[in-house]
């Protein structure tokens, strides 16, 4: 049976601003985090002594536990109240950026980024939760839910070119610049309008196995290719894999208390943006994870170069950002949605078949549709994805959509790394990266089109 929470007075206009600004500090610090480290990633790997696969590992230990996690963040935003698991995400991240800077070797910096990803998990799934608690009117929501994404957008922007800057200094600042945003954050939280809460048990045996599914997939995908995909080990994984996955959907479809309720696919509009969120969330972050190693490897840019170079795509975004709320307004957010994965996946497709020694100027302007793309994704599906459910479930439908674009990002890197590391060359692999990634997108789009009544 459907629990619901006790009511709470609404929310004073200086609490909804508090309410906003935390929220969206919450996704700039999370979204920073799994921007910043791409530039510094070739320092890192010649400070450690690490490869490829460790470079990728460095990455995704971040976004597989925020990926992992985040139905955890979203029930436990449920059970505890958002303005709690907040706190106590942000308290989490905070702890993990300062054991990532002090980092002896690359386990413990890969133990880090764990722990940030577990951090990362509880703020993303509540800040929305705060913004649904904090706006009760659909229009309200929709704009707030754009400035939420406007947090995003500009840590998108700051991230290469700030990790570039701080990376001359030492790739260890890259961390040490998340501590006082914490502060922050604590400061904007506690004049927050107090969470209700919702009483009901933890699944547990759905979060482990959710766990489980997703760290096998991605240590499989990643170590495959590296060691090959036959190897004992890999087999293992897929293995692994695939059991845990049974016994996470049994668990939710026969469980009492699922974390991730099925009913929820019943939706065409929540199964087929969760579809779109996984895929273009994949397909950005595979670009500059894979970019970031092309300027730098293959074209001998510098860190700050190389950050620069995705400013045209990351700063363009943060600056049309706030045109993506009047598009939702007059052409609905099916049709804003379709126009964001139509840019992606045209960006993707010149970015495959540009030639290979093109002045990287070139390549930093085809980025630039892959960035505006995202952008004019996330919110629309993020507003048509709260829309389907009540306000009990918020948290968990956050968790749900932030579990698909944040497990498209981890799977998106482990993937197009992987594809890198088993191609006779880096252009290669490049080119099948992107073509694949575009051809799937303009087929996503195309399925969209069944939704525009739905707008």
Known sequence: MTQTRPSIPRPTPVQQRAALGVAMLGFFVVALDAQIVNVALP??????????????????????????????????????????????????????????????????????????????????????????????????????????????????????????VLTQFGWRWIFLVNLPVGV????????????????????????????????????????????????????????????????????????????????????????TGLGIAFVSMAAFYGVVFVQSLYFQEQRGASALMTGLLFLPMTGLVALLNPLVARLMEHLGKIVTAIIGVLMMSAGLIALAFIPEQAPMIYTALLMIPVGLGGSFTVPPLTALILDQVPAERTGTASGVLNTARQMGGSLGIAVFGAVLAVQPDFQAGLRLDYLGAGVLLLLLAAATLRLRKAA
Not at 106 to 112: I, N, P, R, S
Not at 201 to 228: C, H
């Open 43 to 164: 320092s890192m790997g010649t400070e450690l002594g690490t490869t490829l696969s460790g470079l990728q590992w460095i990455v995704t230990g971040y976004t597989l536990l925020f990926s992992a996690l985040q139905l955890f963040g979203g029930t436990m935003s449920d059970r505890i109240g958002a303005r709690r698991a907040y706190g106590i995400g942000m308290l989490i991240f905070a702890l993990g950026s300062a054991a990532c800077a002090a980092a002896p070797t690359l386990a413990v910096l890969v133990a880090g980024r764990v722990l940030q990803g577990v951090g990362a998990a509880m703020i993303t799934p509540t800040s929305l939760a705060l913004i649904r608690e904090a706006f009760h009117d659909a229009v309200q929501r929709g704009r707030a839910i754009t400035y939420w994404a406007l947090g995003g957008s500009v840590a998108a922007a700051a991230g290469p070119v700030l990790g570039g």
């Open 184 to 271: 922050l954050a604590f400061v904007i939280l506690s004049r927050v309008a107090a969470s209700a809460r919702l009483s009901a048990p933890f699944d547990w045996i759905g979060q482990v196995s959710a766990v489980m599914a997703l760290g096998s997939l991605t240590y499989g995908i990643i170590e495959g290719g590296s060691q090959g995909y036959s190897a004992p080990e890999v087999l293992i994984a897929f293995g692994l894999t695939v059991l845990a996955a049974f016994v996470f959907l049994f668990a939710q479809a026969r469980g009492r208390n699922p974390m991730m309720p099925l009913d929820l696919f019943r939706s065409s509009t929540v199964s």
